[in-house]
């Protein structure tokens, strides 16, 4: 039986449609909880978490769970800067405080998690990320070939390999260079979740707030349940796999 993981990439301030009040229905009809990702980038630091606050926070049922997402960007260009992405990461962790929010999940966007943000991630309370996507190469961004496939703790030195840190990364399920996000075909997505339900205990499945995967995460939701899987926050996972 594989334990399910969703999590949902919410950055839908700027892109003129959200379908999160969809989501949560299918999410309440199959009583399955997600974990919701908010979005905060330098150079927008607070729209996203504005329009949770403003419309969305109080429809997401309490056994779901509110995370932190960063994009490591300013103005077009790519945030390196340790020290720079240090303090975005805890602009983050302190504007989700004023929504009442302490995040202990995580995702880089891009999959662009480096080994120098693992001990500020720590630092501020996140017990589990949700960035890696194994095989998967982004130019200028990210290169997951070789990564695990399934719950890993990394090394500080490489995020890629097994190691003693404490936070817990909890890979995307991905196969020939594609992500399981719920906003792709359902045939490509169902060649994923086949895979993994043959090979893996975890399954980490993403979503896009911005993007249209609502009818297939009622397909998801039905053939997961079918084969027996049963689904946890990405917080949950961590919980018990360090138990």
Same mark, same amino acid.
Request: contains cysteine.
């Given at each position: ?12 301030? !700027? ?32 729209? !996203? ?25 300013? !103005? ?56 890696? /996507? ?39 399920? /991905? ?31 993403? /979503?896009?707030?911005? /993007? !249209? ?31």
């Amino acid at each position: 039986m594989a334990t399910v993981v969703v999590s949902v990439d919410c950055a839908a301030a !700027n892109q003129g449609q959200c379908y999160t009040p969809e989501l949560v229905r299918v999410a309440e009809e199959f009583h399955v909880p997600m974990t919701w990702l908010i979005t905060v980038s330098a150079s927008d630091p607070m729209s !996203n978490i504005m329009l949770y606050h403003r419309e969305y926070l109080h429809r997401i049922p309490s056994w779901h769970e509110i995370g932190l997402r960063v994009h490591f960007q300013s !103005n077009g260009n790519r945030i390196t800067s340790e020290r720079e992405r240090a303090i975005l990461i805890q602009e983050g962790k302190d504007l989700l405080k004023q929504c009442h929010v302490k995040p202990t999940a995580f995702r880089a966007a891009e999959h662009d998690l480096r080994s120098s943000d693992l001990r500020y991630l720590e630092d501020i309370g996140i017990m589990v990320d949700g960035t890696p /996507a194994p095989g998967v190469v982004m130019e200028g961004t990210a290169d997951w070939t070789g990564a695990p496939a399934q719950p890993y703790h990394p090394a500080y030195d490489n995020v890629k390999a097994q190691g003693d840190a404490r936070l817990l990364l909890v890979p995307l399920a /991905a196969h020939e260079g594609h992500v399981a996000y719920l906003d792709q075909d359902w045939g490509s997505l169902r060649k994923i979740l086949d895979r993994y339900l043959r090979e893996s205990p975890v399954i980490s499945i993403g /979503a896009r707030d911005w /993007a !249209n995967g609502v009818a297939n995460w009622r397909e998801c939701a039905v053939y997961l349940r079918e084969h027996g899987c049963r689904f946890v926050t990405l917080s949950q996972l961590a919980s018990e796999w360090s138990s």
